[in-house]
């Protein structure tokens, strides 16, 4: 739907504008167990404080925002203004389904991460370097400054447009839906988008693979290249199940990355995992 059929009052204007300054601490507490997951929920702390009034209300809803998350930083506006009128349909309305939310983020945090690396990390950034460094090397004070206002600028500019832009594509879509089944539709494809990216993920992180072989005659069998012929990445899978498991047992997060670092190496040490 276009964002650009909504209005947004004073006080929406106001709600962009906190969450746009907000959006600056997404990599606070950057760590491997949620990544942004507790910037992000600060980052939403506007919208979560202005829809939500009880405490137990706002808890649920900062819980809901500490799940994994980690895209592009100068992007994330377009993110959290979608997130904040989900946040603010969700107040509105006791049916709507509060898991649609993280399955929005988990599905546009992918694409928004890979348009966003290109543009800031491998275009802009090497041009405002290049500018900055040809005046360093002339022994040019304008060198650092220049490259901090070149890449700045744009940035800035481009944050504060897409948290608008956010909020308005997200309050269009939950007004278009009040009334029918599009949001049990919606909640359906954000769940599948959700589920994919997160698969995505595992199957691009999680590497896991055994150097293992046999020889038979002159022959030397190697396991890993069965395995590969039967199910590609078979090894990497499992022990996403396994770690799955752990965490629906009551593991954390910290002692399954401990689990992993020993098993990795244990497994190198006796030449059975690679």
Known sequence: MSSEKTTLSTDDKKLVKELFLNSFFLENCYNY????????????WPAIKRFWHTKEERAAALTRHMAIFNTTPHVVGAISGVAAALEREA???PEF???IINNVKVGLMGPFAGIGDSFFQGTLRIIASGIGISLCQQGSPLGPILFLLIFNIP???IRYFLTMVGYKSGTSLVEGARGGAILQKL????TIVGLMVIGGMSASMVALSTPLAMTIGETTFEMQSYLDQIFPSLLSL???FLMYGCLKKGMKATGILLMTIAIALVGAFFGFLA
């Not at 167990?33 to 939403?44: I, P, S």
């Open 155 to 157: 940035h800035i500019i």
């Open 238 to 240: 499992l022990y996403v």
């Open 187 to 190: 909640s359906k494809g954000a």
């Open 33 to 44: 167990e949620r990544q942004q997951g507790l910037g992000f929920a600060l980052a939403m």
């Open 91 to 93: 107040s509105e309305n």
């Open 97 to 99: 389904d509060t898991s």
